[in-house]
């Protein structure tokens, strides 16, 4: 069965620092690798998605950037983060429909 | 762009009573409409999912309804329980492309 794995589970950084989240999927081979950005009280807003390695297409412009260096890894990451960068990212992964989430990391900015 | 809205954010209900939660969308080549639910501090999952070629479909408490001509979906809890209370998202996708859009979420509270 396929599992996705996302760490760390909550992160508190300060303005300014760099940012690494990472998400693995096992199970499955070439899938659709999403990030999601949750802002407290708000909805799903798509950051990123891959649907190969190398290949990234960005939603929205902004202070993050993502990576597929593996099939079935993907990483969030920026160089210097801002306080608006505060939030809950979740990682998933689809085959054609359903979406399956990791576990979500609560990122605060401070 | 592609846009889904969802209405309305919040909703309060009494045990036992229905909820009704309505999404539109925008990209009419959209044919892939899933439900999710997100209980606190918990993951999304999926708890329903209609397609384009379907106007309804139940699976025991919970229903959705798709009117493609006007691009509605819904999402009906009915005899809702306390165990019901979360947020959920209505999302639509184009099974061709790769990306699903989310609404803004519904928090529901399901009072005992």
């Known amino acids: 069965s396929q599992t996705i794995h996302q760490w760390p589970a909550t992160l508190v950084q300060p303005v300014g620092s760099p940012l690494s989240l990472e998400c693995t999927v096992e199970g499955t081979s070439n899938p659709n690798l999403y990030w999601y950005r949750q802002a407290a009280g708000r909805g799903l807003q798509l950051l990123f998605y891959?649907?190969?390695?190398?290949?990234i297409s960005s939603e929205v412009p902004q202070n993050l950037s993502a990576s597929r260096p593996q099939d079935r890894q993907f990483i969030l990451s920026s160089k210097k983060l801002l306080l608006s960068d505060s939030g809950f990212y979740l990682c998933?992964?689809?085959?054609?429909?359903?979406?399956?989430f990791g576990q979500g990391t609560r990122l605060t900015v401070v | 762009g592609e846009n889904v809205e969802q209405h309305p954010s919040t909703l309060s209900v009494q045990e036992g009573d229905s909820a009704v939660i309505k999404c539109t969308y925008s990209?009419?080549?959209?044919?892939?409409f899933p439900w999710y639910k997100q209980e606190l501090g918990k993951r999304p999952q999926l708890i329903i999912d209609?397609?384009?070629?379907?106007g309804e479909k139940k699976d025991q408490r919970i229903a959705v309804t798709l009117n493609k001509t006007a691009k509605h979906f819904s999402l009906h809890i009915t005899e809702t329980q306390p165990e019901d209370s979360a947020v959920y998202f209505c999302?639509?996708?184009?099974?061709?492309?790769?990306?699903?859009?989310f609404g803004a979420g519904t928090r529901l509270f399901v009072k005992a």
């Open positions: 209609i397609r384009s070629n379907v």
């Open positions: 999302a639509a996708q184009y099974t061709g492309g790769f990306k699903t859009i």
């Open positions: 990209d009419s080549a959209s044919n892939y």
């Open positions: 891959s649907v190969g390695i190398g290949q």
């Open positions: 998933a992964w689809s085959r054609d429909t359903e979406a399956f």
